[in-house]
């Protein structure tokens, strides 16, 4: 009994994160074409410059920065947020499995879930 | 070349790199950097930075339809991603003063070794009957909706997986790719886990190994999100087509024509970094 329950409670759990893992790869590239039509409209005529890196120029600012300049239109900025947003949807996934094995009582794989999430969080920060 | 020229070659080269990845089992990441760095001269560090992000789309993209069809071993997964994500943690942190060339030559290697792999399918042997303790304690032991029903199987050797998967982690972090071929080799051979539930479970890792690099990317400027731009709607896209084709197109001689590209590059890319030309 126990063994079917898991199982239905496993599926259901694939549901919510299937949904939240198609949506959030939509809607971040929704932002990211938005972000990249203002970004060729206003320099699609200028030159690239990757050739050489510039490292870490715009580094420790860059994610406050972006949500201030994406309200004014900045499309390299509208572009990383959503790429943020694409970044967020696998770890809202982890979120969500914690959720749920804490709803399951499974505390094993609630730990361990809260550990993958505390590592890649921890990269944001550092 | 303006930008808006050379965000519309990035878009088509990486629709090509996603559908050949997603047709090939070897995913866009393994082409997009080649392209960028020996085809179009972009600097190693953005190439890995827009490669990432192209991987996170992809891999979330693939794992939800996955997942939705049971074939995903959901504990596998997150029991594995506590090793992918330390490895990927590590991994990002040794490119930020690993020199370029190093970074050229391993990935090279890595292609190799990748390119060589999706020419061989190793045969499955399910296991049945539980041995593992470990296994059971942590019920990684799984099934899938097969043709026949469900097919069970039992997870064994966890220990040698875990290690595995923490290199495929480091290599995923260092190089901006989902390192898939490392995952089969954890999952497929260590683990004995079946093909079919082992390549839906490495897809769901992916995303979530990638982002565990993405914050010491971002803040080391490698994230660029002009060039990004157009890599991830491509290969998104591209994979999009790929998995609507997978069933109808012939793969077998495009996975030998592929691989014989992929061969070529990854000499390119090693000797480019042996004469410190990346």
């Known amino acids: 009994m126990t063994t079917t329950n898991q199982k239905s409670d496993d599926s259901r ?16 590239s ?20 990757y050739r050489k890196f510039a490292a870490g120029s715009q580094a420790t600012s860059i994610i406050s920065n972006s949500f201030a300049d994406a309200l004014h239109g900045k499309g390299r900025s509208i572009i990383l947020l959503g790429l943020l947003v694409l970044v967020a949807t696998p770890i809202m996934r982890i979120a969500a499995s914690v959720i749920g094995y804490l709803l399951e009582k499974d505390y094993l794989y609630l730990l361990l879930t809260l550990a993958v999430l505390a590592i ?7 | 070349m303006t930008i808006l020229l050379f965000t519309l070659v990035l878009f088509g080269g990486a629709l090509i790199a996603g559908l050949l990845g997603s047709l090939t089992g070897l995913g866009g990441g393994v082409v997009i950097i080649p392209l960028l760095t020996i085809v179009l001269k972009v600097d190693i560090h953005y190439a890995i930075g827009a490669s990432l992000m ?6 979330s993209g693939a794992a939800s339809a996955y997942v939705k069809e049971g074939i995903t071993n959901l504990r596998l997964g997150m029991f594995l991603e506590l090793a992918t994500t330390l490895g990927a943690v590590g991994g990002a942190w040794l490119a930020t003063f690993l020199p370029t060339s190093v970074i050229a030559v391993i990935f090279g290697a ?9 020419l061989f399918h190793i045969p499955d042997h399910i296991e049945t009957r539980p041995q593992s303790r470990l296994s059971r304690k942590l019920k990684l032991n799984g099934s899938y909706p097969s043709g026949e029903g469900t097919t069970s199987y039992a997870v064994r050797n966890v220990i040698g997986g875990f290690f595995m998967m923490n290199l495929a982690g480091i290599i995923s972090g260092l190089l901006g790719i989902g390192s898939g071929a490392l995952k089969v080799i954890a999952m497929d ?4 886990v079946p093909f079919k539930a082992s390549s839906a479970t490495s897809n769901f890792m992916i995303g979530v190994t990638a982002a565990a690099s993405v914050g010491i990317y971002l803040r080391r400027g490698y994230i660029d999100p002009g060039l990004s731009m157009p890599i991830v709607l491509g290969v998104l896209i591209g994979a999009f087509l790929g998995s609507k084709m997978l069933f109808t197109a012939k793969t077998g001689s495009l996975k030998k024509l592929f691989a014989l ?8 890319m090693i000797y480019n970094g042996l004469h410190h030309k990346i």
């Open chain 1, 13 to 28: 759990m694939g549901k919510i994160i299937g949904n939240l893992l198609r949506f959030g790869v939509l809607i971040a």
């Open chain 1, 30 to 49: 929704v932002i990211v074409l938005t972000g990249g039509t203002f970004y060729l409209f206003r320099h699609g005529k200028e030159y690239p410059h």
């Open chain 1, 120 to 126: 890649v969080i921890s990269g944001f920060w550092s």
């Open chain 2, 54 to 59: 192209s991987v996170i789309a992809t891999s």
């Open chain 2, 110 to 118: 890595i292609l190799f070794g990748s390119a060589f792999m999706s």
């Open chain 2, 189 to 192: 051979s260590i683990m004995h």
């Open chain 2, 261 to 268: 590209v992929v061969f070529a590059l990854a000499l390119e």
